[in-house]
Structures are given as C-alpha cells and as structure tokens.
C-alpha cells in the first residue's frame, strides 16, 4: 500500500518553485499531525494523517542525492 495518496502526487507540480515564508505545526485527535507549508504567495499547502515523522535537521546534498538515498524496498513515486 503507498504511503502517499494520488491528492499529494496531483499537487506535487504546483509545489515546485514555491518559497516557503512560515511553517505551522498542529496536532489534535482528528487528523493527529497536521503541518502546513505557508507560501509567499498567499497560498498554503496542508498534509495530514498521523503520525507523521520528519528528520531533526536540514541535510547537505541535491537531488541526486536525495535519489539516491533509498533502502529497499523504497521507490519514487513522485518526481517532479
């Protein structure tokens, strides 16, 4: 079963290009994690589910490197 639903893949294109100007963390019950991207723009995009995990910091590389950084069984499934 993916993790991603076909909403993320569908949306994934109009990320590209967007500045990041604020970045809003929720949690509750009902979805349990919801972070939000804010956009310069005035626009935002919102994930959902939980729990949703992330790194503690900012890595060094391009995306190459992020292509490459996969353990199997991972696979692309976006890449825009």
């Known amino acids: 079963m993916a993790f ?9 294109p109009q990320l590209i290009g967007k500045r990041i100007a604020h970045i809003v963390l929720k949690a509750g019950t009902s979805p349990k994690s919801q972070p939000f991207l804010v956009f310069d723009d005035g626009t935002y995009y919102e994930f959902f589910g939980g729990p949703i995990y992330g790194a503690s910091a900012v890595d060094q590389g391009s995306i190459e490197n992020v ?5 199997p069984p991972q696979e692309i499934v976006v890449d825009v």
């Open 67 to 71: 292509r490459r950084y996969l353990t």
């Open 4 to 12: 991603f639903n076909a909403e993320v893949a569908k949306c994934a």
